[in-house]
């Protein structure tokens, strides 16, 4: 499938991807007020690089986990307890508390993530933001639905008259994507755009990019958890999905730039033209003002 190309719903799967959406979609109903009535949990998992978990994020995935399984016979992979591969077979992806830092000190933009991956291909998406009281769900052929409501299409727009969201930017960032080289694009996107936003939250911005409500998000990660669910929702909505390089996304990038077109395909030659990423990293020793 290229970028252009309409996705559709792949042959081979173990039920209707309809009855599927709709068992998901259920599902994630059940624990909304068990989400909402915890905000603010602390971190009690330290999982390095200043990541976390909270008692909620395990306690949710439990629950979806094993109620996804009975349901639906289809097994689950999940941010914090894992899973079988993704790359074949059809598998459940679940993240059960996307922004996790917002979630813990109350800030509303956080949700649940939950996506139906076939033979590495996200195939439907849903993503529940119980604090703002939004439900964004699509199987990958559309229409994109929130709150119940189908959603038309995303139209076609250029990047002057956008809005777009951005990843975590940290200068001193090392990783595949270094903090400078992140710096210098939102530097260039600022000429460029209408305006920018930084949620905290992948989830929420690949979700209100197919909602319309964004024209164009990126996303610095490669987790499955954090991109899958809002890869088949722009997909449904007719919008435009790559990683930073301009690849067609698939389970394996490691990073994902999603929109309307025209103002995806603007926003991603920002990150083109900068060149390679590498080429941002800090000198040996150097020490950051």
Same mark, same amino acid.
């Given at each position: 499938?290229?970028?252009?190309?309409? +996705?559709? !719903?792949?042959? $081979?799967? %173990?039920?209707? @991807?309809?009855?599927?959406?709709?068992? #998901?979609?259920?599902?994630?109903?059940?624990?909304?007020?068990?989400?909402?009535?915890?905000?603010?949990?602390?971190?009690?998992?330290?999982?390095?690089?200043?990541?976390?978990?909270?008692?909620?994020?395990?306690?949710?995935?439990?629950?979806?986990?094993?109620?996804?399984?009975?349901?639906?016979?289809?097994?689950?992979?999940?941010?914090?307890?894992?899973?079988?591969?993704?790359?074949?077979?059809?598998?459940?992806?679940?993240?059960?508390?996307?922004?996790?830092?917002?979630?813990?000190?109350?800030?509303?933009?956080?949700?649940?993530?939950?996506?139906?991956?076939?033979?590495?291909?996200?195939?439907?998406?849903?993503?529940?933001?119980?604090?703002?009281?939004?439900?964004?769900?699509?199987?990958?052929?559309? +229409?994109? !639905?929130?709150? $119940?409501? %189908?959603?038309? @299409?995303?139209?076609?727009?250029?990047? #002057?008259?956008?809005?777009?969201?951005?990843?975590?930017?940290?200068?001193?960032?090392?990783?595949?994507?270094?903090?400078?080289?992140?710096?210098?694009?939102?530097?260039?996107?600022?000429?460029?755009?209408?305006?920018?936003?930084?949620?905290?939250?992948?989830?929420?911005?690949?979700?209100?990019?197919?909602?319309?409500?964004?024209?164009?998000?990126?996303?610095?990660?490669?987790?499955?958890?954090?991109?899958?669910?809002?890869?088949?929702?722009?997909?449904?909505?007719?919008?435009?999905?790559?990683?930073?390089?301009?690849?067609?996304?698939?389970?394996?990038?490691?990073?994902?730039?999603?929109?309307?077109?025209?103002?995806?395909?603007?926003?991603?030659?920002?990150?083109?033209?900068?060149?390679?990423?590498?080429?941002?990293?800090?000198?040996?020793?150097?020490?950051? @003002?």
């Amino acid at each position: 499938m290229t970028v252009n190309e309409s +996705p559709r !719903v792949p042959s $081979g799967l %173990p039920d209707d @991807p309809r009855r599927l959406l709709a068992v #998901a979609s259920g599902l994630l109903d059940g624990v909304v007020e068990h989400f909402r009535s915890n905000v603010g949990a602390p971190g009690k998992i330290d999982k390095g690089g200043r990541d976390f978990a909270t008692q909620v994020d395990l306690e949710l995935e439990r629950r979806l986990g094993g109620s996804l399984l009975e349901r639906t016979g289809i097994p689950v992979h999940g941010e914090e307890f894992g899973g079988p591969r993704l790359d074949t077979g059809t598998v459940w992806v679940l993240d059960p508390v996307d922004g996790t830092y917002n979630y813990s000190v109350g800030l509303p933009m956080a949700g649940v993530l939950l996506s139906l991956i076939h033979d590495g291909v996200p195939v439907l998406g849903l993503t529940w933001l119980p604090l703002v009281g939004q439900r964004i769900a699509a199987t990958v052929d559309g +229409p994109v !639905v929130c709150n $119940g409501v %189908p959603l038309p @299409p995303l139209e076609p727009r250029g990047l #002057a008259d956008s809005v777009i969201a951005l990843g975590a930017l940290n200068i001193e960032g090392r990783g595949r994507y270094p903090g400078r080289y992140r710096i210098a694009a939102l530097g260039e996107l600022s000429r460029r755009v209408s305006r920018m936003r930084m949620h905290g939250s992948t989830g929420a911005d690949l979700a209100f990019t197919a909602a319309g409500v964004l024209d164009a998000a990126v996303g610095f990660g490669d987790h499955p958890w954090d991109n899958a669910a809002g890869v088949a929702l722009v997909r449904a909505a007719g919008g435009v999905v790559t990683d930073l390089a301009g690849c067609e996304w698939d389970i394996r990038s490691p990073s994902v730039v999603v929109g309307a077109p025209g103002a995806q395909q603007e926003m991603l030659q920002v990150f083109l033209d900068l060149g390679d990423p590498e080429d941002f990293l800090p000198e040996p020793g150097e020490v950051f @003002p």
